[in-house]
């Protein structure tokens, strides 16, 4: 980056938000892929006027623009792949701007935690329900960038279910405001729609404006244990047409059983699949006996045993296996290719044979676990990070698995994104007509191409 570049930075931030040094662009080079890829600097901005300026500068001098949450990102989304500038939100824009009690809303800037906001609104008796497995360090403006779910999307859904509107700066420092607080909003494009799940692609977002609900007052945890895998798959499909409502059905696979129980001795966990089920309520006694039908009607399915949990310490023990599946199937091999498919809940059982097969083909571990109410599996290929054959055939198993989603209607991801990771398979699952206008809207807001270029393989 040319001396000029950097002095023009410093100066309109300081030299404590402007970062030039080899400690920042190391720090800042990678994510949850912890693939490396070094910016050529780091800016704090402290406010929409100070990312309006940054992105004139930079549009008029072709500098590349990374937008950047937390870094938690499973598919590259938020690294500098071409170098340039890594914008970072943690340091100042970082505040929870507003509650509305009377319609329900929160207004933030992009760098709040996902936590923080859920524990601000509690005290309120309010409830922000997108829970991803990194809620307690993901920032909302990466959650929005790339409509994160979590375990309860089954019965609250994903981020897009609760943006409202948004600000937002382009690349040539116009500000635009998408959406409304209202709940009813038709007037003109859905730019709200367009800019959620755009990886930072198309504008860098400055203000989120969020639905709030209230907090439900009883909660139930349980665990149902089945031998038959499809049955515990049709057992769930059944439920949820009968109208029963969890917050989440989370379930794992033997492969993962077996990893929970061998590296930290789960004694519970005494079949091939496990599902673990998440109800709540305003009425305890509403609670109570949708959480007893569901056991009644499990068993009856097939189900070898349905544990509800007493307390809250039994509730924990419960939620510690889903909590841990990631760390326990590191016992099958020491690098993780780790991809979030989606299908049909009721191609679940389809998906998870075929997998099987390709298991079989390759001759790896792939555990399988993940969100059953909506169809989203975490699979893992496990290998061995020293052995570059094994690795490419892990990528080949890959693809497959990749194929065998987009056959069965699926999608590439459910939550975790596109980004750098899955960018080479979007031809799989979108035509050519349809790439290209992608890259049309891509163009329309970006003409220069110098926000996050080259992500998503557009």
């Known amino acids: 980056m040319k001396q000029e570049f950097k002095q023009y930075f410093k100066e309109l931030l300081g030299n404590d938000n402007a970062c030039f040094d080899v400690l920042h662009q190391r720090v800042y080079s990678y994510d949850a892929t912890k693939k490396h890829y070094f910016p050529d600097g780091v800016l704090f901005p402290r406010n929409e006027n100070d990312i309006v300026q940054i992105l004139r500068f930079c549009n008029e001098n072709h500098i590349i623009v990374v937008p950047r949450g937390a870094g938690t990102g499973f598919s590259g989304g938020a690294l500098a792949v071409n170098g340039g500038i890594v914008l970072s939100f943690e340091k100042h824009m970082n505040k929870i701007l507003e509650i509305d009690l009377e319609n329900l809303v929160a207004v933030v800037e992009p760098g709040v935690i996902n936590f923080n906001l859920q524990e601000e609104v509690q005290k309120y008796g309010l409830f922000y329900p997108p829970d991803p497995a990194s809620m307690h360090f993901c920032s909302l403006g990466g959650n929005v960038s790339e409509n994160a779910g979590g375990m309860r999307a089954v019965k609250y859904g994903t981020t897009k279910d609760y943006v409202m509107a948004l600000r937002a700066v382009l690349p040539n420092g116009e500000v635009i405001r998408a959406g409304k607080r209202t709940i009813k909003d038709v007037a003109g494009y859905n730019l709200v729609?367009?800019?959620?799940a755009s990886e930072g692609t198309l504008a860098v977002l400055s203000e989120i404006t969020l639905k709030l609900l209230p907090l439900p007052k009883f909660n139930k945890t349980a665990i149902a244990l089945f031998d038959d895998i499809k049955q515990a798959i049709d057992s769930v499909c059944k439920a949820?047409?009968?109208?029963?409502?969890?917050?989440?059905?989370?379930?794992?696979?033997l492969l993962t059983i077996e990893a929970l129980k061998q590296k930290f001795k789960l004694s519970y966990l005494t079949a091939n699949t496990a599902l673990i089920i998440e109800m709540d309520d305003n009425e305890e006694e509403n609670l109570l006996k949708n959480i007893n039908y569901m056991r009644d009607f499990f068993l009856q399915m097939g189900a070898k045993d349905f544990k509800i949990a007493n307390n809250e310490k039994e509730a924990s023990d419960i939620w510690f296996a889903r909590r841990n599946c990631s760390q326990a199937v590191t016992i099958y091999g020491s690098l993780k290719l780790n991809e979030d498919i989606t299908v049909p809940r009721s191609k679940l059982a389809e998906l998870l044979e075929g997998i099987r097969k390709i298991s079989l083909k390759y001759n790896f571990k792939i555990p399988c676990f993940g969100h059953i109410g909506d169809g989203n599996v975490h699979v893992n290929v496990m290998l061995e990070k020293n052995d570059s054959y094994q690795i490419e055939q892990g990528y080949k198993a890959i693809e497959e698995i990749?194929?065998?989603?987009?056959?069965?209607?699926?999608?590439?991801?459910?939550?975790?994104g596109i980004g750098i990771s899955k960018a080479a398979f979007m031809q799989l699952a979108f035509s050519e007509a349809e790439m290209n206008l992608m890259r049309n809207i891509k163009k329309?807001?970006?003409?220069?191409n110098i926000l996050n270029p080259f992500k998503m393989g557009i």
């Open 402 to 416: 990749f194929k065998l989603a987009i056959e069965l209607d699926g999608t590439l991801s459910g939550e975790h």
């Open 240 to 253: 949820l047409s009968k109208g029963l409502n969890p917050v989440c059905i989370e379930f794992l696979d």
């Open 444 to 448: 329309a807001f970006d003409p220069n």
């Open 193 to 196: 729609g367009t800019l959620i």
